[in-house]
């Protein structure tokens, strides 16, 4: 009986699965219940009874046999399906090239202004964009009703109609960071405050309903308008080289005296037009006031420009709107 035993563990063993069909087959021939395990098992009936025991053993084991050959035929064609080439790849071709982003020239500018003012000894700060109207305007010297609130229109949300609580508003610049930089430390600052602000402006090639700022502000003991006018014209030579042609004029902000705005060249010398790219001062006494630094013993200087402006100049982009598009042609010249 056990020559039986021994030509299905033999055939079994040297049956070959290399497709599915061959599996199919394997199956059908062998565990299905007309198949040859099957069919040794329905003839232990007719076994001498003392040969019965090992007969049962030895079918049992050839049935596991075929079983394991099975499922591992099943994994490993499972397998190669997935990982299989066609025919027609033709593995000889180099890999295709991975396309690598590069970071968005606002980005490019940002890091660049920082690293100046990194150098120049100035920490980073950030502040919230929906911010409230004491923030953004009163504590800066804009007081209610002030017609000077007009230079910024933006984004407002009543809150309530209790006349103590304050609106909310979408940044206009990212001067209300000065004022919690100060009320939440102590004198000497010396920050700049990169950030996300919102106008409620036309859209032109040269202004946008969003854009970002670089505040910076350096308030101490003894700082001058000197310093503030070195620290500026440091700060374009560093961007844009030593011959950059500036001009410094004077201007008007509630929460500086004296205020200025300093210009850069666009373009050639006959058809360029000075472009700003950022306004500044000496903190206004009222503005120390308001967050609890004393006027009579600190001084300070305060600065925030706009990063559009200075990409722009940067890379010679004569459209803002370029910079929202998100056109890969476009970004993908700041490699
Ligand atoms: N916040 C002003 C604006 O958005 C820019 C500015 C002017 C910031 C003078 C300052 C400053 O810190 O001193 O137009």
Redesign the pocket.
Same mark, same amino acid.
């Given at each position: 009986m056990s020559e039986l035993t021994d030509k299905l563990k033999k055939d079994i063993e040297s049956f070959k699965i290399n497709s599915r069909e061959e599996l199919e087959h394997f199956r059908l021939t062998y565990l299905s219940k007309k198949g040859r395990v099957s069919s040794l098992l329905g003839k232990i009936g007719s076994i001498a009874a003392e040969e019965r025991k090992l007969f049962g053993q030895k079918v049992n084991a050839v049935k596991k046999l075929a079983h394991d050959k099975l499922e591992e035929a099943e994994q490993r064609l499972h397998k190669s399906q997935k990982t299989s080439r066609k025919a027609t790849d033709d593995i000889s071709l180099p890999a295709s090239s991975l396309s690598l982003g590069v970071a968005h020239p606002l980005s490019q500018t940002l890091t660049r202004i920082k690293d100046v003012f990194y150098r120049l000894g100035f920490s980073i700060a950030d502040g919230p964009e929906v911010e409230d109207d004491f923030h953004n305007f009163t504590a800066l010297n804009f007081p209610p009703e002030h017609p000077a609130r007009d230079m /910024?229109d933006t984004f407002f949300i009543k809150k309530s109609d209790d006349p103590n609580t304050d609106d909310l508003v979408l940044r =206009?610049?990212t +001067?209300p960071v /000065?004022i919690r930089l100060m009320k939440n430390g102590t004198p000497p600052f010396r920050s700049i405050m990169p950030g996300r602000v919102y106008r409620n402006e036309s859209i032109t090639a040269k202004s946008y309903c969003l854009f970002h /700022?670089v505040?910076g502000l350096y308030v101490d003991k003894n700082v001058s308008l000197a310093e503030l006018k070195d620290t500026l014209i440091m700060f374009v030579e560093m961007i844009y080289g030593e011959g950059v042609r500036y001009r410094i004029r004077p201007s008007f !902000?509630p !929460? =500086?005296e004296p +205020?200025l705005e300093m210009d850069i060249w666009w373009g050639d010398d006959e058809t360029g037009k000075w472009l700003e790219i950022l *306004?500044?001062?000496m903190v206004h006494p009222n503005v120390l006031q308001s967050v609890g630094v004393d006027p009579e013993e600190y001084r300070g200087f305060? !600065? *925030?420009m706009g990063v559009e402006r200075i990409a722009m100049l940067f890379y010679g982009i004569d459209d803002i709107r370029l910079l929202y598009d998100n056109d890969l042609r476009f970004l993908q010249q700041f490699q």
């Open positions: /910024q =206009t610049h +001067s /000065q /700022q505040e !902000f !929460f =500086t +205020s *306004g500044a001062g305060a !600065f *925030g």
